[in-house]
C-alpha cells in the first residue's frame, strides 16, 4: 500500500515502507544557493530511492532580533522556489505566516507549512486548507502530539484531507528543547502522516545575545529514535555551508553529510517495515 502522502504532486518513490524527506535551506538567500541544494538533493533521493519534497521558506517572520536576515523579497524568493520545481521536477514546500499569504504562496509551490507557533490559528489554517494543496502543520513547542489531532481537523473541516504533521520538540525551560517520542505515534492517531524534524528539535532559542543555537551532531539520534517510533518521514535543514548561511547556520546540517545520516535512516525504515509485517 502507498503511503498518504504519495499524492503529493511530483513525488516520485513513494512506495510502500518508503521514508519521505522534506529537506532544504532554512530561506532562501539566493538563487544559487537554492539551486546546489536542491540539485544535490534530487541526485541522493534518486540514489537511495527516497521520496523527496524541497523545502525553503520564502521570508522568516519569526526572528529574535529586529536586523535578523528574514528573506531576499517574496516575489523573488517564491519565483526562485518556483523555478526549481520546474527545474527538478519536484514537489517544493514553503511557510507562511498569514491567511492572507495562502493563496500567494500556493501559486508557486506544492506544499503550505503551518508554522509551529501558528499551529492553532484557525484563520491560517482554513485559508491553508482552501487552496487545495498539501498542508504540513508543525506541531506547536507547547502542544501534546494528541492535541494536534484538532488542528488537522479544522484543516479537514475546511475540506482538504491532505495534511502532514510534524514533531519538533517541546520547550524545556527558556532556552532549550526536549523530544517526546510518545508524540509521535499520538499524532498518528490522527490519520496522518508524521514527520520528524531533526534539525529545529535541537534549537536552544533565544540565547541572551538573541541567536538561536542548535545541536545538529544530534540530528542522527533523533531520526533513528523518531523511525523506530513510527514516523513516516525526516524533515532537515540543510546548506553547502551552514558555518556562513544567513539564517539558523547553527541548526542545519552540512550538504555534503546528508547521504551518509539519510543512508541509515533508510536501512533502519526497512527494517521496520519488515518486522511490522511479521
Known amino acids: 500500500m502507498k503511503p498518504m502522502y504519495a499524492g503529493i504532486p511530483g513525488i516520485k518513490n513513494a512506495g510502500e515502507g518508503s521514508l519521505l524527506l522534506i529537506a532544504g535551506p532554512c530561506v532562501v538567500e539566493s538563487k544559487e544557493i537554492i539551486s546546489e541544494a536542491a540539485g544535490y ?8 530511492g527516497v521520496p523527496l519534497v524541497f523545502k525553503s521558506s520564502y521570508r522568516k517572520a519569526n526572528r529574535s532580533r529586529p536586523g535578523s536576515f528574514s528573506g531576499i523579497g517574496d516575489k523573488k524568493a517564491l519565483e526562485i522556489l518556483s523555478g526549481v520545481r520546474e527545474k527538478f521536477s519536484i514537489p517544493v514546500l514553503t511557510d507562511i505566516h498569514s ?11 506544492d506544499v503550505i507549512q503551518i508554522p509551529a507557533f501558528l499551529c492553532r490559528q484557525t484563520d491560517i489554517l482554513e485559508a491553508a486548507a482552501s487552496t487545495g494543496k498539501w498542508i504540513n502543520i508543525k506541531k506547536g513547542q507547547f502542544m501534546s502530539g494528541a492535541s494536534m489531532c484538532f488542528a488537522a481537523e479544522k484543516v479537514r473541516d475546511s475540506g482538504n484531507d491532505k495534511v502532514m504533521l510534524t514533531e519538533r520538540g517541546n520547550s524545556f525551560g527558556y532556552n532549550d528543547l526536549v523530544v517526546d517520542f510518545r508524540n509521535i505515534p499520538e499524532m498518528k492517531k490522527c490519520g496522518a502522516p508524521v514527520i520528524m524534524d531533526i534539525t529545529h528539535s535541537l534549537q536552544k532559542p533565544n540565547q541572551p ?5 542548535g545541536m545538529p551532531e544530534m540530528a542522527e539520534t533523533l531520526g533513528l529514535a523518531a523511525i523506530a517510533a513510527g514516523a513516516d518521514g525526516i524533515f532537515m535543514e540543510t546548506h553547502p555551508m551552514p558555518d556562513v548561511a544567513k539564517c539558523d547556520g547553527s541548526n542545519m546540517i552540512r550538504l555534503a553529510e546528508i547521504e551518509k545520516l539519510l543512508s541509515k535512516f533508510v536501512a533502519l525504515k526497512k527494517m521496520a517495515l519488515s518486522l511490522n509485517q511479521k
Open 99 to 109: 491567511a492572507a499569504e495562502a493563496a500567494i504562496a500556493a501559486r508557486y509551490v
Open 41 to 48: 538533493l534530487v541526485k541522493l533521493s534518486e540514489k537511495l
Open 209 to 213: 545575545d538573541g541567536t538561536t543555537l
